[in-house]
């Protein structure tokens, strides 16, 4: 299934990325380019095969439901683009 | 003070304790290089005044006999490890001036035990390259050249800042990490050693995220022990990463030297791909000859899934870094590009601040995981993965290691292979299946190409047994005697 300038606008858009109209052409062939490639894993027969999310086969670890570390803004706001008092300052989100 | 650079990290740590000289003085050589070598492009961040401070430190403690195991060796760190106080920018612009209130835990445990920081090292954007020319500082330079040539190199990537301090002896070692090969595709590239360990020996809190479930931490080295004494101080059980594994971390140096003997060592057929330069398929014959010499027995074993690997990889990676990245919104650091509302404000941020390659990645992943492709590329890919880690699980019924080379070609040229996308994913060829079964991967130096490029060969390892990957390396670093240096013109 082949990847059209329409689909990677509304990809682009799903990863919240600003992508110039007059881009979108050669980025299709690009992302064609490479999903053809991809394609080659059809020829694996996956059936009845349990799909693998990690190799860790240690069971997830529990903790305490406790406060380890936090109570200090300076540190949380310190690499804010913008701030007022001890709040990050973003744009509006309900009119 | 050049020759203090030029020492192994273990000769160096030896001068400390015998008190040839100081961290001090050893730290200062180190500082005076990298401020030589910047032409090389290897550090994004120098921080003389840190490390000055923190060699001094070490000699106070040197004095008072509580020296740590890395105590006042100074080393380079990859540009993705979060670093408390010291700007970190996993070579994007997205991240800005971003500056940690933190420190990741790999790099804890080595000022734990004593080390010095020399600066932050380049890298290829969120470690997403295999030619460091993705980052937003620009490339890092191969020191090697060509016999005769004045071409530049890469020295591979993503960790090519790392492969290129060691290399060219601005750090007496240095952190990486590896998330398809970008830890052994650079050592092999520059003539060093490099280690991915197994999954979940290292932590990964505090290192800037790409591909969780495949990124792991490890060391370049410029000798198997070093890296064997850095992996050591890196690795260990950590709370905060829930896929860190709790198990002890053995001292990996004493496996160095050990015997080889009796060892089965398997060949896999898969890895003698059609493109292969001739010098590589000898370098390999020459590789398991040295093994049978040094008493191993070779088996030729078959890993039939191979080629799906990376295919397979730029379903699972690009999934889970697009996944990773939705969190450079602008909103609590890094870039912010103002714009009429909120999505447009997020937009603009990630399209100003993220480079072509990462752009292209995430495009790819938000694509394999949106609705209707889903089952279609990422379940398949997730499938093909379990058959690719199943292979080793055969194939180490029979063989204690496997050894491959480590990448199909030397160090190419920068530029080279910037405009095809699938020819540079194809450098992690050898490299890439050991992330996807979770398993370590070492490359070791073994010899020089024609043109007097080094190339590398890999051994991977079953889960949790560096240990034997460190005498294999240790008998293949022994029988290659690789000596060659680049040669100094920067």
């Known amino acids: 299934m082949a990847i059209d300038a329409a689909t990677v606008r509304k990809v682009a858009r799903l990863a919240r990325l600003a992508q110039p109209e007059e881009t979108l052409e050669k980025l299709a062939g690009e992302l064609n380019g490479i999903m053809n490639w991809i394609e080659q894993l059809n020829e694996v027969d996956t059936d009845g095969v349990e799909p693998m999310t990690s190799v860790v086969q240690v069971p997830t670890p529990m903790r305490a439901d406790v406060v380890t570390e936090g109570g200090d803004p300076e540190v949380v706001l310190s690499n804010a683009p913008r701030r007022a008092g001890n709040f990050f300052v973003v744009p509006k989100v309900v009119e | ?181 970008s830890i052994r595709q650079p050592a092999s590239f520059t003539g060093t050693v490099g280690i991915k360990p197994t999954y979940g020996r290292c932590s990964r809190w505090g290192i800037v995220a790409f591909a969780s479930s495949l990124d792991q931490a490890g060391p370049m080295a410029r000798t198997v022990e070093d890296a064997a004494i850095l992996l050591t101080s890196m690795s260990g059980h950590d709370p905060k990463d829930s896929t860190s594994l709790p198990v002890d971390t053995p001292d990996f140096a004493s496996f160095v030297g050990k015997s080889v003997k009796g060892l089965r060592v398997g060949v896999p057929k898969e890895y003698r791909v ?115 880690a199943d292979d080793f699980d055969q194939a180490f019924q029979k063989v204690d290691a496997l050894l491959t080379p480590t990448a199909p070609s030397a160090a190419f040229q920068l530029g080279q292979k910037s405009d095809d996308p699938v020819a540079m994913y194809l450098n992690d060829i050898f490299t890439v299946t050991v992330n996807l079964a979770g398993l370590p991967g070492m490359s070791i130096p073994a010899g020089l190409d024609a043109s007097g490029l080094p190339l590398g060969l890999q051994l991977i390892g079953r889960a949790l047994d560096e240990g034997t990957l460190f005498s294999l390396g240790g008998a293949l670093e022994k029988a290659a005697d690789f000596r060659a240096k680049p040669a100094k013109w920067w």
């Not at chain 2, 020759?3 to 050893?26: C, H, N, P, V």
């Not at chain 2, 492009?41 to 490390?51: C, I, M, R």
């Not at chain 2, 800005?96 to 790999?106: D, I, Q, R």
């Not at chain 2, 941020?349 to 495009?363: C, D, K, P, T, Y």
């Open chain 2, 274 to 388: 059609d493109s292969m330069p001739p010098e590589i398929d000898a370098l390999w014959e020459q590789g398991i000859a040295w093994l049978m010499e040094a008493g191993c027995e070779i088996v030729e074993v078959s890993l039939p899934h191979t080629k799906y690997a990376l295919p397979a990889y730029y379903i699972v990676a690009p999934a889970e870094a697009s996944s990773n990245l939705a969190r450079y919104d602008g909103m609590r650091y890094g870039l912010r590009v103002e714009g009429a509302n909120l999505t447009d404000t997020y937009e603009k941020s990630r399209a100003e601040g993220f480079g072509e390659e990462v752009r292209r990645r995430i495009l790819i992943g938000t694509y394999v995981l949106s609705a209707g492709y889903y089952d279609a590329y990422y379940l398949k890919a997730l499938k093909v993965r379990r058959r690719i």
């Open chain 2, 1 to 181: 003070m050049s020759e203090l650079t030029a020492l192994t990290l273990k000769a160096a740590l030896d001068g400390l304790t015998s008190k040839a000289f100081s961290s001090e003085e050893i730290t200062r050589a180190h500082v005076a290089a990298v401020e030589a070598a910047r032409t090389l492009n290897a550090y994004v961040l120098e921080t003389p005044e840190q490390a000055i401070d923190m060699a001094k430190a070490s000699d106070a403690r040197r004095a008072s006999g509580d020296a740590g195991p890395l105590d006042g060796a100074p080393l380079g760190i990859k540009d993705l490890f979060c670093t408390k106080g010291v700007r970190s920018t996993a070579g994007s612009k997205i991240i800005g001036e971003f500056t940690p209130t933190y420190e990741s835990t790999v790099t804890a445990n080595l000022w734990r035990d004593g080390a010095v920081m020399l600066g932050k090292l380049n890298m290829d954007e969120f470690a997403m390259g295999s030619s460091n020319e993705t980052s937003a500082w620009g490339p890092v330079v191969n020191p090697w050249r060509q016999t005769g040539g004045n071409a530049l190199l890469t020295p591979g990537g993503s960790s090519g800042g790392s492969a290129t301090a060691v290399a060219a002896e601005l750090c007496l070692g240095a952190t990486a990490t590896d998330t398809g090969g």
